[in-house]
Each structure stands twice: as C-alpha cells, then as structure tokens.
C-alpha cells in the first residue's frame, strides 16, 4: 500500500518562527498557495518529483539549478576587439573600424583653445 505523503512545511515554518504570510512573501507566493501546501491540497507531488531528482542524481536540492548573471548568458564568448567592445555596449560606430584598430595609438591633437 502507497503511503500518502503529509508536507511537514507547517512544522518547519513553525520551527523557524514564521507566519504563513511571512513565508509567502519570502518564497514569492501567496498566503492561500502556502495554506494549500501546508495542508496536502497543492504541491506535494512538485515535492516528491524534486526528491526523487535529488535521490537519482545523488545530489542536493540546491545543486539542480544553477544560477548566472544574463550578461554572462547572453555574451558567452569575450569581446576580441573594440568592435565587439563596441557592439555589446550599443556604442557602434559609423566606420567599421575604429582609430586603434587602423593603426592608430595617440589620441588625436587636441584642438587649440585661445583666450
């Protein structure tokens, strides 16, 4: 015969001396979402899938996800050039290629100021 499985979230979020509405704000969900958990109604099936996860892979809950900034995401391969410098800043410029990569290495002569 299949045990039923009974969350033991109310006994922990006792133990750490919360609310329901306390936890809910910390988790991101809401006070019913909470309540519906506490009681079996909702998520105990999310639960048992997250441990069986964890079981299979020999592993703990926080190591299933991991966790990176977007730019990191989004730009996996460092810039090799003002070019690429310039277009992950949005700053492109008009001309393909810039002072430094023509061979320049001064700043341009500033213009003189007369008083």
């Known amino acids: 015969m299949k045990k039923k499985p009974k969350p033991r979230i109310a006994l ?3 133990k750490a001396g919360l609310t329901q509405l306390e936890l ?6 809401t006070e019913s979402t ?11 099936d999310h639960i048992e899938r997250i441990i069986r996860f964890c079981k299979a892979l020999n592993c703990q ?14 730009f996996v391969t460092k810039p090799t050039s003002l070019n690429d410098i310039h277009h992950l ?15 320049y290495s001064q700043h341009p002569k500033a213009p003189e100021i007369s008083f």
Do not use: P
């Not at 809950?61 to 989004?74: A, G, M, Q």
């Open 12 to 14: 922990l979020r006792e």
């Open 34 to 44: 909470i309540q519906n958990w506490e009681s079996g109604r909702t998520g105990t």
């Open 24 to 29: 809910s704000r910390l988790v991101g969900v």
């Open 61 to 74: 809950v926080e190591d299933l996800i991991e966790y990176k900034d977007e730019l990191t995401e989004e």
């Open 89 to 103: 800043l949005g700053t492109e410029e008009a001309t393909s290629t810039s002072r430094f990569e023509a061979g």
